[in-house]
């Protein structure tokens, strides 16, 4: 079953193309990493994707769900971590957790009981009293995963989520992000570093507005490291 | 419909914890209207002479004659300070989750609107209730009938703000457009002075400040302190309520906006 879909997406700021006839399917309980350099378009592509923009040509499903005919259900399937954190600083972990799930109209014993549950798959459950300025770029982010969780979402979208964290907080929120997939959500991570992404990973390598490589992580690889075949794939020098 | 009214509650919710956490924004709101209606009133008192207009049924002081013209102004400057707020909340990435849930966004930005309008009129309150300990008083029954009022005023000047945000880009080109529509708004209107004192000087200036939406707001705040209903205040009001709160949901239509585009 596809989780998720998007056919001909184009997309540009005035003369500048951002994305040109950007094509790709992810399977449901697939890891799809999204690898690009910096202004390859993967910021464009995620407000496509969460209908922060609407493309003038081109088509979303989300979980079977038609982003531009029927955005309320695709966007109920989906969860979405942004790059820059989106977190009320001044409110609690519980306060901006209880805030979202309000959004999605969830609210008393379902959603308290949903709360907990996030903040324990993530480890936050004694931060959750805790004021999101004093937490560190780790926890936030953690919190920022439970958040988008917290509905259910069978697609998870991640727009760089390790930017600025420490190599073990990388590491266990890459890791966590994998366990996911494995119970069935549909993942798409946009990243520029190689080393997120695993060789059983779905991988789309996307480069000045177009796709240049989708398929398995190791297949596009081939002899090389993923590291050097991006390099050699984007023409950028190590 | 749960779902409509659980997010209604936490969005106006939201934006009552943000309202304490900046207390100092409260002082300000306050201080600036009392600084009118004590320091400003008193000094002009003597200059202005003021007849009798409705809905006033006997010669009243000038600070009388101003209330509802600040009161007006705490709305303008709250409805002006939200509009701030959403662009803050655009730069910081927290409008992305609003405007990425699965809710639709007219009502979601209705809530945001209701929301700053319930913090505007408890100002209002709080404005009028230190004007009556300085015994400047309005009738009883006043202080009830101006709810409505106030409510349909502080949706207009909300929606207003919920427009600019739309079309400004950034928090820096904020200043700008405060000088460009608060201040023109504010002394472009019955606030200050009557509206036949206005024309005594230009019919021009009348004419502008007799189209100037803020002008009816404050007529209607005015007639409603007194238990008395402005018609065509009310109409002018909900008319330019639905004009600004329509171009704003344009404003943030995604297939014609970059909303995420920033942060």
Redesign the interface.
């Known amino acids: 079953m596809i989780g998720l879909e998007a056919q001909g997406l184009s997309y540009s ?1 005035g003369q500048k193309h951002a994305l040109e006839d950007v094509s790709f399917s992810v399977q449901s309980g697939v890891f799809c990493a999204l690898l690009g350099p910096n202004g390859a378009g993967k910021s464009t592509l995620f ?1 496509l994707l ?5 493309a003038p040509t081109g088509r979303i499903e989300i979980a079977g769900h038609d982003l531009r005919t029927a ?3 695709a ?2 399937e ?1 969860g ?1 971590v ?1 790059q ?5 600083l ?2 609690t972990v519980c ?1 901006n957790l ?3 799930a ?6 008393g014993r379902s959603a308290r009981s949903r709360i907990d549950a996030a903040l324990d798959q993530l480890d936050m459950r004694e931060r959750a009293g805790e004021k999101a300025r004093d937490l560190n770029g780790g926890h936030r982010r953690r919190t920022e995963i439970a958040r988008a969780l917290l509905h259910d979402p069978s697609v998870l979208l991640l727009d760089e989520p390790t930017v600025g964290l420490d190599a073990a907080a990388r590491a266990s929120i890459t890791d966590y992000a994998h366990a996911l997939a494995e119970t069935g959500k549909t993942i798409l991570w946009a990243t520029h570093l190689t080393d997120e992404v695993q060789p059983g990973d779905d991988l789309i390598i996307l480069h000045q507005a177009r796709i240049l490589a989708h398929g398995k992580a190791r297949d596009i690889a081939g002899d090389l490291s993923l590291q050097d075949r991006f390099l050699s794939l984007t023409g950028v020098q190590a | 419909m ?3 009214l ?2 209604l ?3 106006v ?2 934006e009552a ?2 309202f304490i ?1 900046q207390r100092e924004r409260f002082v300000a709101a306050l201080v600036r209207p009392l600084v009118w209606l004590l320091v400003f009133a008193a000094g002009f008192r003597a200059a202005l002479g003021l007849s009798i207009i409705p809905p006033y049924q006997t010669y009243i002081t000038y600070e009388t004659y101003i209330v509802p013209g600040l009161c007006g102004m705490i709305l303008l400057f709250n409805g002006m300070q939200s509009s701030l707020s959403l662009v803050y909340d655009r730069e ?3 409008m ?9 966004r007219g009502w ?1 930005l209705f809530c945001k609107l209701l929301g700053s309008t319930a913090i505007s009129i408890l100002q209002v309150y709080a404005f009028l209730a230190i004007a009556a300990a300085f015994d400047i008083r309005m009738p009883g029954w006043g202080y009830v009938t101006v709810l409505p009022a106030l409510i349909v005023a502080g949706l207009m000047l909300g929606a207003l703000g919920l427009l600019l945000s739309s079309f400004i880009k950034q928090l820096e080109n904020f200043a700008g457009v405060m000088n460009f529509v608060i201040f023109p708004m504010f002394f472009l209107s019955s606030a200050l002075y009557p509206l036949w004192k206005m024309a005594e000087s230009s019919e021009l200036l009348h004419d502008i400040c007799a189209l100037n939406p803020f002008t009816h707001a404050v007529e209607l705040i005015r007639f409603a302190l007194y238990t008395q209903l402005n018609g065509s205040a009310l109409v002018w009001t909900l008319v330019a309520a639905s004009v600004f709160a329509a171009a704003a949901l344009i404003g943030y239509d ?2 014609r906006t ?4 920033r ?1």
Not at chain 1, 50 to 54: A, N, P, Q
């Open positions: 700021y407000n969460t209908r922060l923009f609407v955005p309320r259900a966007l109920a989906l979405i942004f820059q954190t989106t977190l009320d001044d409110l306060q209880t805030y979202f309000a959004l999605h109209g969830l609210s | 749960t779902a409509y659980t997010s509650r936490a969005i919710l939201r914890l943000r956490h910081m990435g927290s992305k989750l609003l405007l990425t849930s699965p809710l639709p979601l995604p297939a970059r909303i995420g585009r942060g």
